[in-house]
């Protein structure tokens, strides 16, 4: 494997670091690296350190995704384009979305229904924290078989992870029934 040109990337630091990681990350990128906090403070890191050029990039880069964010989210509550920006997002949570808020946040061909326990918390993170996703979300039962089951039993699995894990929603140990109504829900 060759390693790609100093002047080619960023390295993005998140959560807490070791002092040594900004040297480290400085040496990666060679001697012309540098620090920007702004761009740190837009991706949501620590800190990025890269060549000039590559930070100049990537923040257009951040600059254009966010503009593309707030044409799209003309008319999006706050909460909704807070989840587009920074949710826990896989293609079942993004299907929810869009069929739901009529905004593409997957293409069509990709679209799918929660396949484990993952997929439906990721789906129960977005019902939580987005109430026009919440107050329709009965009607993703018409999108597939499985989501008709998914959503009839809806209650009965999250009643089931907060019975078992109370903490299901940090990651970790998922519960065990749950997972085996999702499973029982999504087999075709």
Request: net charge negative; charged share 20%.
């Amino acid at each position: 494997m060759t390693r790609p040109s100093s002047n080619s990337f960023v390295v993005l630091a998140f959560g807490p670091q070791p002092i040594e990681s900004l040297g480290k990350a400085s040496k990666l990128c060679g001697p012309n690296a540098v620090m920007d906090s702004d761009l740190a403070r837009v991706a949501g890191a620590v800190f990025a350190v890269g060549s000039v050029s590559a930070l100049k990039t990537l923040s257009a880069r951040l600059s254009a995704g966010a503009e593309r964010v707030s044409h799209v989210g003309a008319g999006l509550s706050a909460a909704a384009l807070e989840w587009l920006a920074n949710g826990e997002r896989d293609n079942s949570s993004n299907t929810i979305f869009t069929v739901l808020l009529n905004v593409v946040a997957i293409d069509r061909e990709i679209m799918s229904h929660p396949l484990d326990f993952g997929d439906w918390r990721r789906c129960q993170l977005l019902i939580e924290s987005v109430p026009e996703i919440q107050s329709r979300f009965h009607t993703m039962g018409s999108q597939s078989i499985q989501w008709n089951r998914l959503v009839r039993d809806w209650p009965l699995i999250l009643s089931e992870a907060n019975a078992e894990r109370p903490d299901w929603r940090t990651g970790g140990m998922y519960p065990e029934i749950a997972r085996e109504i999702i499973e029982m829900c999504v087999r075709s």
